[in-house]
């Protein structure tokens, strides 16, 4: 199909932009316009997100974002591109969070008759599944920059598949919530650069597993505990897809509030890192 087409093709741009930046080091900006290449490959095959959550539309739940349909598909995909090798900095973390996030997307897209996502999931779980043995504390294999954008490209193209061309209460909330734990660290990380009046493209310690670290947690805790708070938003994901636009949104809402509680109180947002 067109689909499965377009993921090859951008997944295996994206692949080549990876193992070029783990064996010559790239530049942010030639970085950032290999994945919109990438990205824009699949829009090109038609894997754009048309529609958004519409919490006030009470007839659809939903709202036709016409023109905008590309820059959309083009943010969320390169944005979960890059959340998912932000998160790439312990053993296992990257492979664990992206199976959890495969069997999430594989429920959702079962339980909407989207089988093609449904497949493209299981193989995608069954890999990362199959890696982590070998990535886990002390790892004998690393993903580095080839790997852990490949995941995050192909969870993100799958999800608009699987999520957001399925039913309305699902277009925003279950994807952004499968997908969690990635998207809400480099949500907080921008938010913390700026506080910081740092670049938003440097990179600095104060993520979610340098912090768990700087608790006293061993890597192996740490990553633990990162599984654990992505098995729970995938949990909150599927449970969102039998609830009402209204109040899918509105879970969405507290788990960002939650998000922002906790990370304030794990000085993720200090303005001073340590």
Not at 168 to 195: E, F, N, Q
């Amino acid at each position: 199909s067109r689909t499965i087409t377009g993921l090859l093709l951008g997944g295996t741009v994206i692949t080549a932009a990876g193992l070029i930046d783990d064996l010559r080091p790239l530049s942010p900006k030639m970085k950032l316009l290999l994945q919109i290449i990438a990205s824009g490959v699949l829009v090109y095959f038609g894997v754009t997100v048309k529609f958004v959550t519409n919490p006030f539309d009470r007839v659809t739940g939903m709202s036709d974002i016409g023109f905008l349909s590309i820059p959309a598909t083009v943010f969320w995909i390169v944005g979960v591109t890059n959340a998912f090798n932000l998160i790439d900095g312990l053993d296992g973390l990257a492979a664990g969070v992206a199976a959890i996030s495969c069997i999430t997307l594989f429920i959702v897209s079962v339980l909407n008759n989207r089988m093609t996502a449904a497949m493209l999931t299981a193989a995608l779980a069954g890999s990362s599944i199959g890696f982590i043995p070998y990535n886990f504390n002390p790892a004998k294999i690393f993903m580095g920059d080839t790997g852990a954008q490949f995941l995050g490209f192909m969870l993100a193209a799958i999800s608009i598949e699987g999520a957001i061309k399925s039913a309305a209460a699902i277009v925003i909330t279950v994807p952004i919530l499968a997908l969690g734990l990635p998207i809400y660290d480099t949500l907080i990380a921008i938010v913390r650069r700026c506080i910081n009046k740092k670049p938003v493209m440097q990179g600095d310690k104060g993520h979610l597993h340098h912090r768990l670290l700087d608790m006293g947690l061993s890597q192996k805790q740490a990553v633990t505990v990162m599984y654990i708070i992505s098995a729970l938003l995938g949990i909150t994901a599927i449970f969102a897809t039998e609830l009402t636009t209204v109040q899918s949104f509105i879970i969405l809402i507290a788990v960002l509030c939650i998000v922002f509680i906790f990370s304030k109180k794990a000085g993720m947002l200090k303005k001073k890192e340590r």
